[in-house]
T-cell receptor
């Protein structure tokens, strides 16, 4: 158990809908990262927050947004969902921001299925 | 942007042998490189980190090497066991971007 929690575990929705994925980092970790993993793409970095502020952005679509709250939990919002958004979404946390020895601890993931 | 390539084919080895996985990257070298293990349907788990000024790092049956000239890291599992069967990912970050390889699937046959 990494100490990172994600809810829900599974989510099934329809195209055009909006969903929110939730992540609670390990106790003491200030950084939260979001990743998307699909079969043909591997693990793709979406976005990073550090202590409530956006710190880095990867290949995140404009239909997706995220935020980190004062209690350090984070939410990833996915809107206007398309079939291609079906994937495993992972949250990870770390103590540091980026750069030096930034070991990330991953949650169990949320499996999103868009029908 | 940075690109990471790992053995695209699955690796099958006999129990007790040494498994060697390769990670190649393009562009500029990161300050460090990490290896993670991922089991089906679960999140990656951190295994080892090696810095650019380190040639080799060991942890129990695991060994990682880092060659910044070749832009390559090798990951070795010695005395492999069926429980080592998983997908292994290499990862690095450059600046504020985080990159993971697509992983190599390892199966250790009893």
């Amino acid at each position: 158990d990494s100490g990172v929690t994600q809810t829900p575990k599974h989510l099934i929705t329809a195209t055009g809908q909006r969903v929110t994925l939730r992540c609670s980092p390990r106790s003491g970790d200030l950084s939260v990262y979001w990743y998307q993993q699909s079969l043909d793409q591997g693990l793709q970095f979406l976005i990073q927050y550090y202590n409530g502020e956006e710190r880095a952005k990867g290949n995140i679509l404009e239909r997706f947004s995220a935020q980190q709250f004062p209690d350090l939990h984070s939410e990833l919002n996915l809107s206007s969902l398309e079939l291609g958004d079906s994937a495993l979404y992972f949250c990870a946390s770390s103590v540091r921001t980026s750069g030096w020895e930034n070991t990330q601890y991953f949650g169990p993931g949320t499996r999103l299925t868009v029908l | 942007s940075q690109k990471i390539e790992q053995n695209s084919e699955a690796l099958n080895i006999q129990e007790g042998k040494t498994a060697t996985l390769t990670c190649n990257y393009t562009n500029y070298s990161p300050a460090y490189l990490q290896w993670y293990r991922q089991d089906p349907g679960r999140g990656p788990v951190f295994l080892l980190l090696i810095r650019e000024n380190e040639k080799e790092k060991r942890k129990e049956r695991l060994k990682v090497t880092f060659d910044t000239t070749l832009k390559q890291s090798l990951f070795h599992i010695t005395a492999s066991q069926p429980a080592d069967s998983a997908t292994y990912l290499c990862a690095l970050n450059t600046g504020n971007q985080f990159y993971f390889g697509t992983g190599t699937s390892l199966t250790v046959i009893p």
